[in-house]
């Protein structure tokens, strides 16, 4: 006020501006006018607390973060107090790249294609659009390339027309840009049309959507993917004797278990489901939903904040370990028939022992049972001309053959506190919305 005067209801908003310059700016601007005396009802000695009187440097400081509190006292009753805090800066300072392209050594993943976004009102728009661009960057070579893809992104109105050219710097996006401005097709640009926009729905693969080193890539490249994992493998290390990144890097030696075992290759796979949506989330994406498939729900749970992390790795490391009682001699396949096809099929008599395991579309199903009984009905169904194929598991999920398990489960999983959660989950098991205190160990039975 003594700088500004009385601003009414501005004058919250106007502290707030002049907090946030502050620290942008690193000063701590304007000394307090008119008072020579501070009160004397306030203990200022001891306390920390100081009038400021002159303008006073605020720099960043690596060790500890600046923050600012905004009080505003309204005489109709306002009382509010705002905390501000600068943002976290030293990563990303660490690996801004220049339109040439260069990066810390250290940094990798800033040599990787990102996405430069265009868009105009029709197809002639983003092209003058993608030329305009062009231009632009090269008559600025030394802007920043981080920023450049950053503003693009998220500071231009995006049209109905778009394209996206992946570059890892601005001397590949120009070429792009031009292959673009002329209607050229170009390896590095996408071109299409926007749809309506729909709401995002996160679906969590289960067992059999495996492949070796799995992991490798994004634990390099992606500071969320990485830092996930990590979690993942201390919530997991309390039921585990192996470590999870040495399974997703794909390591050779002692101590690291094959990934065909299921009690590594499940808990590995909800480690991927986990990281992987942490990854969309670090991006902006949020789920307005989330579906798993068998294995997939327990990290769509614990997504959906329904099951804590702990408590996902506990379900999905306990559960496979009871798993591997009954692995082995059974076996799964997914067959191109609809649900009222195979379920007439599995009722002739020589195909006892066989279980629908789990519809996964109009003419997608799966079965499953004893090994041999399973590879013959591949076999029998591809002579007929009926696409069917195994799928990378080693016993019967879904089925009869894992009963021997059930209370060891129960008792294994006994004391689980699932909760509302944050976003809605759809289970696979029932078809309806999940209700949070329903993802009790019989449930997970059931899945």
């Known amino acids: ?38 009160s004397e009802q306030i203990e200022w000695a001891g306390s920390g607390l100081a009038l400021l009187q002159e303008a006073r440097p605020w720099p960043r400081d690596a060790s500890r973060v600046r923050r600012a509190g905004v009080s505003s006292f ?49 197809a002639a728009a983003l092209r003058a659009q993608a030329l305009r661009w062009a231009d632009w960057l ?53 071109q299409g049309e926007a749809r309506e926009r729909g709401r995002v729905v996160f679906v969590f693969p289960g067992q059999g959507s495996q492949w070796p080193c799995m992991g490798r890539a994004l634990l390099g490249q992606s500071l969320a993917f990485a830092e996930t994992i990590a979690a993942c493998e201390a919530a ?20 690291v278990p094959p990934l065909e075992r299921v009690d590594v290759v499940q808990p590995a796979l909800f480690a991927m489901n986990v990281a992987l949506a942490a990854v969309w989330r670090s991006l902006g994406l949020e789920p307005a939903a989330v579906v798993g498939h068998s294995q997939g729900e327990i990290a769509a749970a614990v997504v959906a904040g329904i099951v804590s992390l702990e408590e996902g790795a506990r379900v999905v490391a306990l559960r496979s370990r009871l798993l591997r009682r009954v692995s082995g001699s059974g076996g799964m396949a997914t067959t191109e028939l609809a649900l009222e096809t195979v379920e007439e099929r599995l009722r002739a008599a020589r195909w006892s022992g066989l279980s629908l395991a789990a519809v996964n579309g109009a003419i997608s199903t799966v079965v499953s049972g004893r090994r041999e009984l399973v590879e013959r009905w591949v076999t029998e169904l591809s002579k007929q001309g009926v696409f ?39 289970s696979t098991v029932t078809g309806a919305r999940c209700e949070g205190s329903t993802l009790d160990a019989a449930y997970w039975y059931r899945n």
């Not at 009414?8 to 707030?16: E, H, K, P």
């Not at 290390?237 to 990144?245: F, I, N, P, V």
């Open 74 to 122: 309204g005489i109709s009753g306002t009382n509010a107090h705002v905390v501000l805090e600068e943002a976290s800066t030293p990563r990303a300072a660490a690996s801004k790249r220049k339109s040439d392209g260069a990066v810390p050594e250290q940094d990798a993943a800033a040599a990787l294609p990102i996405p430069l976004l265009l868009s105009g009102r029709d």
């Open 236 to 255: 997991l290390g309390r039921y585990t004797d192996w470590s999870l990144t040495a399974v997703l890097r794909g390591d050779d030696g002692n101590g």
């Open 388 to 426: 069917s194929r195994l799928v990378n598991v080693d016993y019967a999920a879904h089925s009869t053959e894992v009963d021997p398990i059930l209370a060891d489960l129960e008792r294994e999983l006994s004391g689980l506190s699932p909760q509302a959660g944050q976003v809605p989950m759809i």
């Open 138 to 190: 090269e008559t600025h070579p030394d802007a920043e390339w981080d920023d450049v893809l950053s503003t693009a992104a998220l500071h231009r109105t995006h049209f109905g027309s778009r394209a996206c050219v992946m570059a890892c710097n601005a001397q590949v996006a120009t070429e792009a840009l031009r292959a673009l401005g002329a209607g050229r097709p170009h390896a590095a640009v996408s």
């Open 1 to 38: 006020k003594s700088n500004i005067g009385h601003t009414q209801a501005a004058a919250g908003v106007l502290g707030v501006i002049k907090m946030v310059l502050a620290l942008e700016r690193e000063l701590l601007p304007n000394r307090t006018l008119h008072v020579e005396q501070p």
